[in-house]
């Protein structure tokens, strides 16, 4: 048996997940919202986590696969190459489109088990898009802050910079992402999945 957990916030889409592993009949699920911390003491390790890649947090899941014990599949909607990058960054084995059909996910999470690499065909052309992300990580940081609500001046503070150099930074992203203005830098970044 592969030991499979579901992460994934919302309930309903959860227990779908569970419930159509189950369907495989090699699998022991368990489910939880959240990434977990750190596993609770005496339960099993699942062999594969499969989680909501919009949800993913790279740092704490790369922490968790770097060991090799756990490989992660990733379900990642196939516009949001942003998204994509980010379960790349995290480790995962992988990469199922959301939109995709269910043998596509068995087999993600059997070839995972084994430690193989599994990306749907799908998400071809957002690994390439995911390639070509145009912003840096400061750049990101300054939308990322931005997008919160945050001016100028608070931006600046949280990262440490001048205000002007925060200005240039947004600049920068507006013209690199051909958007009109901030919020539409904003809205564009967002729709890649990028912030």
């Known amino acids: 048996m592969i030991r499979v957990t579901v992460v994934y916030e919302a309930g309903l889409l959860r227990a779908a997940l569970e419930e159509l592993l189950r369907c495989g009949g090699e699998f022991d699920v368990s489910s939880v919202a959240h990434w977990p911390q750190r596993p609770a003491p005496g339960a ?63 087999t993600a999470v059997r070839r995972a088990a084994k430690g193989d ?23 990101l940081s300054v939308l990322a802050l931005a997008a919160k609500g945050q001016p100028i001046a608070e931006v600046a503070a949280s990262l440490h910079l001048s205000q002007g150099t925060v200005r240039n930074y947004m600049a920068s992203v507006i013209r690199k992402v051909g958007a009109r203005n901030r919020v539409d830098a904003i809205r564009i970044a967002q729709g890649a999945g990028w912030t």
């Open 44 to 106: 099993p390790v699942p062999d594969v986590y499969v989680i909501d890649a919009e949800c993913l947090e790279p740092a704490r899941a790369a922490d968790r696969t770097a060991a090799g014990k756990v490989a992660l599949v990733a379900l990642v909607p196939a516009q949001r190459p942003g998204v994509l990058r980010r379960a790349h960054q995290a480790g995962a084995l992988g990469f199922v489109d959301k939109g995709g059909s269910k043998s596509r996910l068995l």
């Open 117 to 139: 690499r599994f990306v749907d065909e799908a998400l071809a052309a957002g690994f390439l898009a995911a390639a070509e992300m145009p912003l840096t990580q400061r750049e």
